[in-house]
């Protein structure tokens, strides 16, 4: 069993902080409860406007964002992100199964997408994937 990382005094380090963007309230709440459940510090926001504003007052390491919002959606604030906050990883979220879109987020700067519905196990495994590139790329970054 691994005993998780501690801060100076005595608190559970997280195990990255996470973004999680989606205009249907039952999904941020699930993938809040779950992923903080897990170890990781979680904020959310409902739309575009809402992720944009979150993630330039306290740049996440990781955006998860759906990509069919009303207002700005997911593929706008992807290229917002990728300039604007270069060092955050941003997994898609989609329902649509298009190769083409898929295909579009990644050239978009996107680590990676996920399917829904999706599986808890499956979002796990992609934002320990992201997590540990983003701290790799900080390293190798640093002087």
């Known amino acids: 069993m691994d005993i998780p990382a501690r801060d100076s005094e ?8 996470i ?7 039952e999904i941020r709440r699930l993938l809040a409860e779950h992923l ?7 904020r959310t926001a409902a739309d575009g406007d809402q992720a944009l504003v979150a993630i330039r007052s306290h740049p996440p390491d990781l955006v998860f964002l759906d990509v069919m919002m009303p207002g700005t959606n997911g593929l706008e604030v992807l290229r917002r992100v990728r300039r604007d906050a270069p060092g955050t990883a941003v997994v898609m979220l989609t ?3 298009d190769e083409a879109l898929a295909r579009a987020m990644l050239r978009m700067g996107a680590f990676d997408y996920v399917a829904k519905p999706f599986t808890f196990s499956r979002l796990e495994q992609v934002a320990l994937a992201a997590l540990g590139r983003a701290a790799r790329r900080r ?3 640093a002087p």
Do not use: Q
């Not at 973004?19 to 309230?25: A, H, I, K, Q």
């Open 95 to 97: 329902g649509l199964e």
């Open 139 to 141: 390293r190798e970054s």
């Open 10 to 17: 005595g608190a559970p380090v997280p195990l990255g902080d």
């Open 36 to 42: 903080r459940a897990e170890g990781f510090a979680v």
């Open 19 to 25: 973004l999680v963007v989606d205009d249907e309230m």
